[in-house]
């Protein structure tokens, strides 16, 4: 198995640490993914990210086309109809391939209910020590550095979308179990990323990365 | 969830109201997240507009924000208790008409709008022909922006 290591694209000097209370190693999944594509000569990464997760994911192809720097160009996109694909491209370009596309969070408890796939227990509920900053749980780790007004306390919480420790905000829930988590789903008023702090830091900061080579 | 799956697409010429029909669909079905109603509002209070500008749920892009045009097509969900709904949202101008032709392959209706000022243009019969072209089996014709000619039939 081929597996590209952010803490060796680090180590390299590939990505940097960013610095500070925000500080956040999601960014630096850009270059250590461009060049293990790069390095492996893949013509095509596939990713479960779904239209229905965020406004620039909502304007996604299934097959999705990468220039030479791993580039997504939002404005230029190539004609997709019914389910043929363009798999045309130049030495050193790729694809991203997105075959869930059009599922919603809502298949996607379902499918696993239906095929009794299992889950980390992170989805579940759990009892678990966090920070309120802002809106958003933030899990307590060695990794995340605490503002002088902001406490460490115990809360019973489930993660409904699952990226850094540093950004991922979880939800307080009770929901242990798919049937929980279903109608949990099925009654939310947020967004299911609305807790992730990467997607917070600008109005288009989705479409930013994604258009930098983030999956 | 039962029920069947409906796809559908809007069609029609460039700000015709197709983005901010959708928004106010999803807005009126109870269909968005409560941060995502928020981050609109917000959003239209930067641009110094009184009201929620719906398009803007839909036009998710930089560029299609600060030109207020849609430029790619959006895939947006929603169900209620008896149906599953995709619907794509397309672009009107002619210059992408490629993306309208990319959401439109899969949709199993069309609504395609027209505003009441301009009546039938040049992109209104392009978008219709190629609705016909694909064989969309239901095409729902939607008479928009009749506010502004004071609802007169004429
Ligand atoms: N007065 C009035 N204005 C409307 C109505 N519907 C939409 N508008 C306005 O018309 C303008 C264009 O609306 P959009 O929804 O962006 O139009 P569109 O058809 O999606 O445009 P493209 O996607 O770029 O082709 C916006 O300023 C809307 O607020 C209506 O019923 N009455
Ligand atoms: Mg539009």
Request: aromatic content about 8%; some cysteine.
């Amino acid at each position: 198995m081929v597996v590209g290591s952010v803490q060796e694209a680090i180590d390299n000097g590939l990505a940097q640490d960013e610095k500070g209370v925000h500080a956040t190693r999601n960014t630096a999944q850009i270059p250590t993914l461009i060049d293990t594509i790069e390095k492996n000569k893949f013509d095509a990464a596939m990713g479960g990210a779904r239209r229905d997760e965020e406004k620039a994911r909502a304007k996604e192809r299934f097959f999705s086309h990468r220039d030479d720097f791993g580039q997504w160009d939002p404005k230029n996109q190539r004609p997709e109809l019914w389910n043929l694909f363009n798999g045309k491209k130049k030495f050193g370009e790729h694809f991203r391939v997105f075959p869930i596309s059009n599922w919603t969070e809502m298949d996607i408890w379902q499918y696993i209910k239906k095929e009794k796939i299992a889950l980390p227990s992170l989805y579940f509920s759990h009892e678990r020590e966090v920070i309120r900053r802002g809106n958003t749980i933030l899990a307590n780790s060695p990794f995340i550095t605490l503002k002088p007004n902001e406490k460490v306390t115990k809360e019973i919480v489930r993660f409904r979308t699952i990226g850094d420790l540093t950004i991922t905000g979880a939800v307080e829930s009770e929901a242990s179990t798919l049937d929980h988590i279903i109608a949990e789903v099925a009654a939310a008023r947020e967004t299911e990323r609305g807790n992730r702090a990467d997607d917070q830091r600008s109005e288009a900061a989705m479409e930013e990365r994604k258009k930098e080579g983030y999956f | 969830m039962k029920g069947e799956l409906l796809r559908f697409t809007t069609a029609g010429s460039v700000d015709d109201g197709k983005s901010t029909l959708i928004g106010r669909l999803l807005y009126d079905s109870k269909s968005i997240f409560q941060d995502q109603l928020a981050a609109i509002e917000n959003t239209s209070k930067k641009k110094g507009l009184d009201e929620i500008d719906f398009s803007l749920l839909t036009d998710g892009l930089k560029d299609e924000r600060e030109q207020g045009i849609t430029i790619d097509v959006a895939y947006r969900y929603f169900n209620t208790p008896n149906r599953k709904f995709i619907i794509a949202d397309t672009p009107g101008h002619i210059q992408y008409t490629r993306n309208m032709v990319t959401g439109a392959s899969t949709a199993n209706a069309a609504l395609i709008l027209i505003d009441a000022r301009n009546g039938v243009i040049e992109q209104t019969k392009r978008h219709s022909y190629i609705a016909s072209l694909l064989q969309i089996p239901h095409v729902l014709v939607c008479i928009n922006k009749m506010d502004l000619v004071d609802y007169q039939t004429i």
